[in-house]
């Protein structure tokens, strides 16, 4: 389940918060870079140490998806969105897919934009189904990548929000 946290940075002290990432309790705190003049994530574990220092780089806004379904003869998924993505077709990009039910569809895929509103990619295993609950596809840019094995933690520029899975 994702967790979202406002980013409402003040002039007087640092932003932070608790995010609990594969498991575990880490307090992040965000501070501002004078010399950079940008936002800069600090993560400490439950200990107090240092586990990363990295500029804060937001992810773009994901778009719906209007449909997902899966072609068991050709193990195709072809996914529609509610708007045109915009990528290149033919053209292969790697995106996230998120908070679709069944379950099985989410995750970061490897997708090939054939039409305007239309992608596709290979999945061998049935996902239990048609999508019955939409979600979205975007480029998640995961800030805690390399340092954890199942969470993510994302920043979107848009809704000034940090997202936490799991």
């Not at 992810?59 to 050709?74: G, K, R, V, Y």
């Not at 970061?108 to 019955?132: E, K, M, W």
Request: proline residues 8%.
């Amino acid at each position: 389940m994702t967790t979202f946290t406002d980013f409402t940075p003040t002039a007087t002290q640092p932003f932070q918060f608790s995010p609990t990432l594969d498991g575990a309790p880490y307090s992040l705190v965000v501070t501002w870079g004078l010399a950079g003049q940008r936002w800069y994530v600090n993560l400490y574990d439950q200990h107090g140490v240092l586990i990363f220092y990295l500029p804060l780089i937001a992810s773009p806004s994901a778009m719906a998806t209007q449909s997902l379904t899966w072609d068991s003869t050709q193990h195709i998924v072809t996914v529609i969105t509610t708007v045109p993505h915009a990528l290149k077709i033919g053209v292969p990009v790697t995106l996230t897919i998120a908070n679709v039910v069944p379950l099985a569809y989410n995750g970061i895929v490897t997708l090939l934009p054939i039409g305007p509103s239309t992608l596709t990619y290979s999945q061998t295993t049935d996902p239990g189904g048609d999508a019955t609950t939409q979600g979205t596809i975007g480029r998640d840019i995961n800030l805690g990548a390399g340092y954890f094995q199942t969470s993510t933690l994302v920043f979107r520029d848009e809704t000034q929000q940090f997202e936490v899975n799991p």
